[in-house]
């Protein structure tokens, strides 16, 4: 040990301080934090160039950021803008981040939080194979008429359901689907709008 | 109009955008734009030894000039070498366009020889990229490189040219401003912003201004504009590491640089103001220590042109989104139009100058050898007169070079500050020595930076630019090695620099001038000698081998735990604090 520490007019900082030796080999634990999250869904408004996906979707690996759901299409006919939803989940305060990072992406026309800003509508759609006789197969179609799911295909042995809504309905009609034969389950991701007469 | 080949339009619009100078390399994939180059004959090409060094080269053009740096490198290793330098750029907003070839569109995706997916590495490297794949986009997108990398918050933008577009042709003609679509940086804060932060000022019992480098990049006016509203407000200023040069260091009111190396003075009056108003700086790790102890009674205004810096490690009270000059002239204005007098601020000053008293900056000097802040200290005296333009390498001799020496100008002080690259140095020096042909331009280096790019003596040579290097050389990767003495009971693993060069009779092998100073006698002497050759000098200064740099604020700790003498020290940190960088 070197010569110990004289203390000016302040402490020092605990990490220079004496201490006894850890206990353990490589020290005492570290933790690693992590902060509350709460869910959003952002509508991303893009010049529709090549590369602005891997743009979008890099900065949210490179910032450390979640994607929960990403969607992305054309919306104008020509073909020149695309809009992105995506549902992250962040604190407050690197939500505010995600939303800032995403605004000064140079292709990016505008970046609203729907969550934020109040009442909007999510929807998602998913194309859900099951296969089964008999009960089963009875038993999969009075589960879809509840969900109003419809069939899109049907063979003796299987039956191919569409169903949208919220991504908890998607998901309860998913885990019902398990118990009756469920083969694969094709899903969209979130799309979102505002509710009320005004654009994003 | 006729219609003209990709590489002929790409030096036709550079020379529209008014570029003279290009660092480069030739290779395979660029050699139309070479031969467009060679037969046009109005760009000068500078020929560095490696990629890397064309961009830190671009940088130090860039950032001492205030106009951009031009790169233009080959495809696959050409690129990927110059990444270092683009995300450099990238972390201190500087403004920088890289053209890189690229494998004929055909190839693309086909592992040809010399390919990488050059936009795809340097997407998140750069402000923004583009792939040209028609010679008809070219003229235009690289206007646009220039407007995107230049406006709003500087930065490098890449153009990746396949070698089939610079060959086949299309019509160019020279666009008019740019309007983007997406692309609007905001330049002006509304006023109502403007006059709460002059409100906050007057009424502010212990203010500071903390400046960085966005002054720097909104132009000299900005610094001018910084000194008026010190004057008129009375405040103390600090700056950050990039900020160095924007208010004179040799003012009263300048309490040094702020941060883990900043003086005593700076980093107290953060702590302890009650308003800190922030001016193209941006909060960084290395300025606020631990922060949930950063400055805890202050009202904080952030003013900077990139919102995605606002709140992004403090959370501040007001946020104005808005070109550093334009805010501050702004903020001239209306103090004045209101008539506000200076405010009383001598308590204020009283505490600071209390502070000061401590002298941060002293270090001790017994025995014979050559202190490091001594060398630094000999050479602002000896080159002061000049306004030189100063560069480093990174590490110890970088604080040092950052504490000792006092800017008084804007643009005179080039560093690597957010990535902190090692290698940096030499080339800055040479773009810099070719933006201004007639300063005094050093390269404060370190000897084992140094020979991160050591290759570039030659270009030096090649295009006889008198550039300076004065070496720190305490045999060490000092600032590892200082981290490893205080973190790691001295350990040392590794930051030896073993089996060093001669460095005297390696830039005379390069055509350079070589001193060695080995004596604290020497030192004057030997800088005027430095200082009297007309043509490049390396320069050996061998310095105490186990100075450290203080003052210090340990990762994590608060401004009010900073370390000012290594008495002061001892131990070893839990894993909480060496998980900190």
């Known amino acids: 040990m070197r010569q110990a520490a004289t203390r000016v007019e302040v402490p020092l900082h605990h990490s220079l301080r004496d201490r006894s030796p850890s ?106 194979k099951v296969a089964g006789s008999g009960d089963h197969r009875i038993e999969a179609l009075r589960l879809a008429d509840v969900y109003r799911a419809r069939v899109v295909d049907a063979t003796t042995t299987s039956f191919v359901f569409e169903v949208t809504g919220s991504i908890e309905k998607i998901d309860k009609f998913v885990e019902l689907m398990a118990e009756v034969g469920l083969i694969e389950v094709a899903r969209t991701g979130i799309v979102a709008i505002a509710r009320g007469r005004e654009a994003a | 109009m006729g219609e003209k080949s990709g590489a002929d339009i790409l030096v036709e619009a550079l020379c529209d955008l008014g570029v003279e100078v290009v660092f480069g390399y030739p290779g395979g994939a660029v050699l139309p734009i070479y031969d467009a180059m060679f037969r046009s004959g109005r760009i000068k090409h500078i020929l560095v030894r490696h990629e890397q060094a064309a961009t830190h080269a671009a940088e130090g053009y860039a950032r001492s000039t205030g106009r951009p740096g031009v790169v233009l490198v080959t495809s696959g290793p050409g690129a990927t070498n110059a990444v270092t330098g683009i995300t450099d750029a990238l972390l201190d907003s500087i403004p920088m366009v890289v053209i890189t070839g690229q494998v004929p569109t055909a190839l693309i995706g086909t592992d040809a020889f010399q ?29 646009e490189a220039f407007h995107i990398a230049t406006s709003g918050r500087p930065g490098p933008v890449v153009v990746d040219i396949p070698k089939d577009v610079q060959v086949a042709t299309a019509r160019y003609s020279k666009p008019g401003p740019i309007q983007h679509k997406t692309y609007r940086p905001q330049l002006k804060a509304p006023q109502t912003q403007i006059e709460q932060v002059v409100d906050m000022l007057a009424a502010a019992e212990r203010p500071i201004l903390y400046t960085g480098g966005g002054i720097i990049n909104s132009g000299p006016a900005a610094s001018q504009l910084l000194r008026e509203l010190a004057r008129i407000t009375g405040a103390p200023v600090t700056s950050t590491l990039m900020g160095l040069g924007c208010f004179p260091a040799s003012s009263d009111q300048f309490l ?162 957010g990535l902190g690259t090692m290698g ?28 991160m790019n050591i290759q570039e003596l030659a270009t ?58 080995d004596a604290r006698a020497d030192l004057d002497d030997s800088i005027q000698a430095m200082l009297d050759h007309d043509g490049p000098v390396i320069v050996d200064c061998r310095v105490a081998k186990l100075a450290n740099c203080f003052p210090m604020i340990p990762s994590g700790a608060a401004h009010t735990e900073m370390i000012l003498q290594a008495n002061e020290v001892s131990g070893t940190m839990d894993d909480e604090a060496k998980a900190l960088v």
Request: aromatic share 8%.
């Open chain 1, 23 to 128: 206990p353990f080999p490589g020290g005492m634990t570290l933790h690693i934090k992590t902060e509350a999250a709460e869910r959003h869904t952002l509508a991303v408004i893009v010049d529709n160039e090549p590369g602005i996906l891997a743009r979008i979707a890099g900065l949210f690996t490179a910032r450390g950021y979640n994607i929960e759901s990403l969607t992305v299409s054309e919306i104008t006919a020509d073909k020149s803008v695309s809009r992105i939803t995506i549902v992250t989940s962040a604190s407050p305060a690197t939500m505010e981040q995600i939303i800032a990072q995403l605004d000064r992406l140079v292709p990016v026309h505008k970046v609203t939080d729907l969550t934020a800003q109040g009442a909007h509508v999510e929807r998602e759609l998913a194309l859900i």
């Open chain 2, 115 to 143: 390919e990488a997916d050059t936009v795809g590495i340097t997407r998140h490297c750069s402000k923004h990229n583009y792939l040209v794949k028609d010679p008809a986009l070219l003229g235009a997108t690289i206007h």
């Open chain 2, 256 to 417: 040094g640089m702020l941060g883990m190396h900043g003086t005593y003075e700076a980093n107290m009056a953060m702590n302890q103001a009650d308003l800190i108003v922030a001016i193209g700086s941006r909060f960084d790790d290395r300025v606020t220590g631990r922060l949930d102890a950063f400055s805890p009674n202050s009202r904080k205004v952030h003013i900077d042109i990139d919102r995605s810096s606002v709140n992004k490690n403090v959370r501040v009270d007001l946020a104005i989104i808005a070109d550093a000059g334009h805010a501050l002239e702004d903020m001239v204005r209306i103090w004045k139009s209101r008539q506000h007098p200076r405010p009383d601020t001598r308590a204020w000053w009283d505490r600071i100058n209390g502070w000061r008293a401590k002298q941060s900056l002293s270090f001790p000097e017994t025995g014979e050898a050559i202190m490091p802040q001594r060398a630094v200290r000999a050479l602002w005296e000896a080159t002061h007169h000049r306004d030189p333009i100063i560069t480093t390498e990174v590490g110890q001799h970088q604080m040092w070079a950052a504490q000792h020496f006092g800017f008084e100008k804007p643009n005179k002080w080039l560093t690597s500050g």
């Open chain 2, 424 to 451: 940096y140095g030499l080339p800055a020096a040479i773009g810099a020595q070719l933006g201004n042909p007639r300063a005094l331009v050093i390269d404060i280096a370190g000897e084992a930076s140094i020979q």
């Open chain 2, 460 to 517: 030096a040579s090649q295009y006889r630019l008198p550039v300076k290097i004065f070496i720190l050389n305490n045999e060490y990767m000092g600032m590892v090695r200082q981290w490893q003495e205080l973190t790691y009971e001295s350990r040392y693993a590794e930051s030896y620099s073993d089996s060093l060069p001669d460095f005297v009779r390696l830039g005379e092998a390069y055509g350079w001038k070589g001193i060695r100073i």
